[in-house]
């Protein structure tokens, strides 16, 4: 298992900024979720993405009334089974439903959202990790994952998410939106899948 710092200073957040670095985690695997959706003319995406508006808006409005176990059994409809399909993108779609399922976990039970938060850090690394390996034969380990670029990318954006997180003395909307914001506008995933 791939381990960073950053992962152990989760622990010093508060519970907003765990939600919102698993949630911004999440909105980047979410293209490897709806592109498999338009590879297999499967029309779940959508859902998905609701899902993800709902906890933005749970950490944006003030008083927000989200039923998250309404949202998990949404979000348990359209998991993908990897068995019924011949496609390497159902394995980073899975990884996807996996980390906003863990983020769900967390909302409804916020006794261990540590725990959650570095579980999302942990998943997002080895959706990378395994694409890596698929690609290049190449099992990722600790001690060859600095040498490796995307491995690297992966943690630099990771690190970018947690900084300005780790800044914020109070709940800060505006950081927030700006964070929401700012990877919807790059629509890039973990591994490099574009949205149109």
């Known amino acids: 298992m791939l381990r960073n710092p950053l992962q152990i200073r989760l622990e010093k957040l508060d519970s907003w900024q765990q939600t919102t670095f698993m949630v911004a985690l999440c909105e980047r ?22 899902i993800l508006d709902n906890i933005w808006e749970s950490l944006i409005v003030k008083d927000a009334k989200i039923n998250f176990d309404r949202q998990l059994e949404r979000l348990e409809e359209i998991i993908p089974n990897a068995d019924d399909f011949d496609l390497y993108i159902v394995y980073p779609a899975i990884d996807a439903c996996y ?23 942990q998943i997002s690394l080895d959706t990378v990790a395994q694409l890596e390996q698929a ?31 780790r800044e914020a003395k109070k709940r800060d909307i505006e950081l927030i939106e700006s964070l929401r914001n700012i990877l919807r506008t790059d629509n890039m995933s973990n591994i490099g899948i574009e949205l149109n």
């Not at 592109?35 to 609701?50: G, K, N, P, R, V």
């Not at 380990?141 to 970018?160: F, G, L, M, V």
């Open 135 to 165: 690609q290049s034969g190449i099992e990722v380990t600790e001690e060859n994952a600095k040498s490796i670029q995307s491995i690297c990318d992966e943690w630099d954006i990771q690190w970018e998410i947690f900084r300005p997180l």
């Open 99 to 121: 980390a906003l399922s863990t983020l769900l976990h967390a909302l409804l039970d916020r006794d261990d959202m540590f725990e959650k938060a570095v579980k999302v850090s």
């Open 29 to 50: 695997m979410y293209p490897n979720f709806a592109f498999f959706c338009e590879q297999t003319d499967l029309t779940d995406a959508q859902q998905f993405h609701i």
